[in-house]
């Protein structure tokens, strides 16, 4: 499709549980990024990805988190031990790198029991 | 470090009225860009309306206006003759150093028939 698609749409796993969300961007777009929302609350910013390279991984909330894009397009969300608190819907989005807007997916709803 | 607050958690505004939603930033870059997105209940994100740091005029897109104040550092987001489809939780972002993007906390909009 032309947008950009994210999978699993939902994930359900336990506590302790290794994840990993895939985000597939608008071909051509050089800029990533991961959000974490949850319910009634703005998108938190994770990581931003120019190209293959993290820009800023400022948001990321501890060492558990890790994201790559190993070849400047699809790029894969990981998280280690996961928490109930990990619970959220977690947004991809990508540009073409200048000043547009930002493209988003429909969101990977992870839920941690 | 870079900084999104909108201030009112939830607005009401009568069908066919105008309604302002406030924004304020806080950014050290020169060159920044400010956005509005609008989340349904459904969860897509779906851009409005963007205004560039040296944009001379507001920026405006339909019944969406973007009432910049650079000196306050403030964009506004202005939708003119609500309508009921306008119900959502709309949010304010910032792009800065080379396209890193950064969101606000988000303010829902109820439209009263």
């Known amino acids: 499709g032309a947008g950009v698609s994210q999978t699993p749409s939902n994930k359900v796993t336990e506590k302790g549980k290794y994840v990993e969300l895939r985000c597939d961007p608008i071909?051509?777009?050089?800029?990533l990024y991961w959000y974490r929302q949850s319910l009634g609350q703005g998108p938190e910013f994770l990581i931003y990805?120019?190209?293959?390279?993290?820009?800023?991984d400022s948001g990321l909330p501890n060492d558990r988190f890790f994201a790559v894009r190993p070849e400047g397009s699809v790029s894969t969300l990981k998280i280690q031990r996961t928490e109930r608190g990990d619970s959220a819907v977690y947004l991809c989005?990508?540009?073409?790198?200048?000043?547009?807007?930002?493209?988003f997916g429909e969101g990977s709803r992870l839920t941690v029991l | 470090a870079q900084k999104i607050t909108q201030t009112q958690p939830g607005m009401f505004v009568q069908e066919k009225e105008a309604v302002t939603l406030d924004c304020t930033y806080d950014?050290?870059?020169?060159?920044?860009?400010l956005f509005w997105y609008k989340q349904p209940s459904s969860g897509e994100m779906i851009f409005l309306i963007y205004q560039g740091s040296y944009d001379q005029q507001n920026a405006t897109e339909g019944r969406y206006s973007l009432n910049f104040q650079k000196a306050r550092k403030s964009a506004n987001l202005v939708i003119s003759a609500s309508q009921l489809g306008d119900s959502a939780m709309y949010f304010c972002a910032m792009s800065f150093n080379n396209n890193d993007m950064r969101f606000g906390a988000g303010t829902r909009l109820t439209v009263k028939p």
């Open positions: 950014t050290s870059d020169p060159s920044y860009g």
């Open positions: 989005a990508s540009s073409w790198g200048g000043t547009g807007e930002l493209f």
């Open positions: 990805f120019q190209g293959t390279g993290a820009a800023d």
């Open positions: 071909s051509g777009h050089t800029a």
